[in-house]
């Protein structure tokens, strides 16, 4: 492989387990850059590109539209909540996780905000 990779390869699995623009393996697979420098890359060129309702979606449907923590469904969560589930970035949007279904999981509002609460950080943008 030559790196950096050109933007078709972004959605390749077989280039996950190196950062995209120099090819140092990652220790964190969920990641797509290896350094500082390389997530400013990340963040312009890949951030903005990735189709993130496709994949939603995607994850929803993988975890039976149920919270993967408190298993709430999507019918209850309407019914509670007034708005369909969430999906959460396992590795944080912030440091540098991706919009690929390895990163998503679904979960209900009070669990979504309880997770980034444990973890320290904000919920959207």
């Not at 120099?22 to 997530?39: F, P, V």
Request: hydrophobic content about 30%.
């Amino acid at each position: 492989m030559e790196f950096p990779l050109p933007i078709k390869e972004k959605d390749n699995p077989a280039t996950f387990q190196y950062c995209r623009w120099c090819g140092a393996e990652l220790k964190d697979k969920r990641r797509r850059y290896c350094s500082k420098e390389h997530a400013k890359k990340w963040l312009v060129e890949v951030l903005f590109v990735e189709d993130y309702q496709r994949q939603r979606d995607r994850a929803m449907k993988r975890d039976n539209f149920t919270c993967q923590r408190c298993g709430m469904t999507r019918r209850e969560h309407y019914e509670v909540f007034n708005q369909d589930l969430h999906t959460h970035h396992i590795v944080p949007r912030s440091w540098g996780g991706s919009n690929y279904m390895d990163n998503l999981i679904t979960l209900c509002k009070n669990c979504h905000v309880e997770i980034h609460r444990e973890l320290g950080v904000k919920i959207g943008k």
